[in-house]
């Protein structure tokens, strides 16, 4: 089958303020690396690249190509996210149902994101010795934990049951405390956040700040300091800048 039988339609990455058709310097997310380009409309346009009208699995590889070409675009543009995954059935459907139909919202939603990015954050106690920490300073716990210590068992389940619910109490304010000392920090010095569910048991914060660009400089330093007081049990993994996909809510459904 001819390429041209197949790649009959368009993957689309994000929108960004652009009245031409250009090239962007990134490979699409199809195997073939198609090429991408903008889809222009007045002053809008959609970023896409050819591929099959078929549902991509999220896949790291797949995912990888279409955060990449999001953050090729970036470096030039503020780009508004399109979720992962939405392809369009041509290029008249793209003109007829997003870009006309949507066209003062998006510009909106751009006039808002100038400039802006997102940086994400995750903290993490550093070990497990954390939690023996954690315990060691509850004095109830330590008094419970001592009382059952060298009894069997089977005779001293209830008082187990009760110890790990104490304990797991006092991890629960313990990261409470950690996190919100964090955030203090932080939010100050962005626009908007989003905090996220904490994904294992040593991490305390999961969060993403949006932030203008003039302050990505402000906002490591804060997290360096952070990492300078804290550093002792705490680890800090930073993110981005990347688009801001936790800020904007961007869906396309085709209609027939």
Same mark, same amino acid.
């Given at each position: 089958?001819?390429?041209?039988?197949?790649?009959?339609?368009?993957?689309?990455?994000?929108?960004?303020?652009?009245?031409?058709?250009?090239?962007?310097?990134?490979? %699409?997310?199809?195997?073939?690396?198609?090429?991408?380009?903008?889809?222009?409309?007045?002053?809008?346009?959609?970023?896409?690249?050819?591929?099959?009208?078929?549902?991509?699995?999220?896949?790291?590889?797949?995912?990888?190509?279409?955060?990449?070409?999001?953050?090729?675009?970036?470096?030039?543009?503020?780009?508004?996210?399109?979720?992962? %995954?939405?392809?369009?059935?041509?290029?008249?459907?793209?003109?007829?149902?997003?870009?006309? &139909?949507?066209?003062?919202?998006?510009?909106?939603?751009?006039?808002?994101?100038?400039?802006?990015?997102?940086?994400?954050?995750?903290?993490?106690?550093?070990?497990?010795?954390?939690?023996?920490?954690?315990?060691?300073?509850?004095?109830?716990?330590?008094?419970?934990?001592?009382?059952?210590?060298?009894?069997?068992?089977?005779?001293?389940?209830?008082?187990?049951?009760?110890?790990?619910?104490?304990?797991?109490?006092?991890?629960?304010?313990?990261?409470?405390?950690?996190?919100?000392?964090?955030?203090?920090?932080? &939010?100050?010095?962005?626009?908007?956040?989003?905090?996220?569910?904490?994904?294992?048991?040593?991490?305390?914060?999961?969060?993403?700040?949006?932030?203008?660009?003039?302050?990505? %400089?402000?906002?490591?330093?804060?997290?360096?300091?952070?990492?300078?007081?804290?550093?002792?049990?705490?680890?800090?993994?930073?993110?981005?800048?990347?688009?801001?996909?936790?800020?904007?809510?961007?869906?396309?459904?085709?209609?027939?």
């Amino acid at each position: 089958m001819l390429e041209t039988d197949v790649l009959t339609g368009k993957y689309l990455y994000g929108i960004i303020r652009c009245a031409d058709a250009r090239a962007i310097a990134a490979r %699409g997310i199809h195997e073939r690396g198609a090429r991408v380009y903008t889809v222009p409309y007045r002053n809008l346009a959609v970023v896409v690249s050819d591929s099959p009208c078929e549902e991509y699995d999220s896949t790291r590889r797949n995912m990888m190509a279409h955060t990449r070409v999001l953050e090729a675009v970036m470096q030039q543009y503020t780009v508004l996210p399109i979720r992962f %995954g939405v392809v369009a059935p041509h290029a008249e459907a793209i003109y007829s149902q997003l870009l006309t &139909r949507r066209y003062d919202d998006l510009e909106a939603q751009l006039d808002q994101l100038h400039s802006q990015v997102e940086l994400g954050l995750k903290a993490f106690w550093a070990d497990e010795q954390i939690f023996h920490e954690i315990a060691d300073q509850q004095p109830t716990i330590r008094a419970l934990r001592d009382s059952i210590a060298t009894r069997p068992p089977e005779s001293t389940y209830h008082e187990r049951m009760n110890l790990g619910e104490l304990i797991e109490a006092a991890v629960a304010q313990r990261r409470q405390h950690d996190s919100e000392q964090i955030l203090a920090t932080l &939010r100050p010095l962005a626009r908007a956040t989003v905090t996220h569910h904490i994904l294992t048991d040593r991490m305390v914060v999961n969060a993403a700040f949006l932030l203008d660009r003039t302050d990505e %400089g402000r906002f490591d330093i804060a997290v360096h300091n952070l990492d300078l007081s804290m550093g002792s049990h705490m680890t800090f993994k930073s993110v981005g800048p990347v688009p801001p996909y936790n800020f904007v809510t961007l869906n396309v459904i085709w209609s027939s």
